[in-house]
């Protein structure tokens, strides 16, 4: 039984794509995580089905819609009970994860949010300059997944922020912890 699915989108990844697979790595070499890692690619990029194939990772081909859509349809592909929504550039430590699904699997939490900290000014305006929000690592249950629809199918970058800010509108039990 698959217990945590992690998501991937390859046009959110970019080049970063590969370096993000490899630091999954020691995550799926742990038998007691039960992981499994799907991608969405809406590029049609062959070097993806190699990638997807040395890093064993499910590769889910989806339309050329935002990113809310392509997250949508690489879930129903998905088999386990969480689901974790990866930030860019941020590891993910073995320990945070194994906490984490147990919270989510006894029902302790619905959603945990790993954020990066406090941003600093100087970031949130550079952040804004370049149109993109901010983003955390998200894990949250189906249940609640489905629960809320899921992410907005019309939204792109903003589509996890607009999950989280979802979840907490709809009073879902929502952990947030700083890296």
Partial sequence: MIVCSILLD??????????????????????????????????????LRRLAARHDVRLIVTDGTPLGDRLNTAVTHSQGEALLFPAQGRPLSPGWLVDTLAEVEHHVRDAVVLT???????????????????????CVSRAWFE???????SLDAEALPDLIARLHACQARVAAIEA
């Fill in 10 to 47: 390859a046009r959110a990844s970019g080049a970063g794509l590969p370096r993000r697979l490899a630091a999954l790595r020691p995550l799926r070499q742990r038998r007691d995580l039960r992981l499994e890692v799907l991608l969405a690619d809406d590029t049609g990029d062959a070097r």
């Fill in 116 to 138: 990066a900290g406090r941003p600093s000014r100087l970031s949130l305006f550079w952040q804004r300059l370049r149109h993109r929000p901010l983003t955390d690592t998200l």
């Fill in 147 to 153: 629960r809320i629809g899921g992410c907005d199918p």
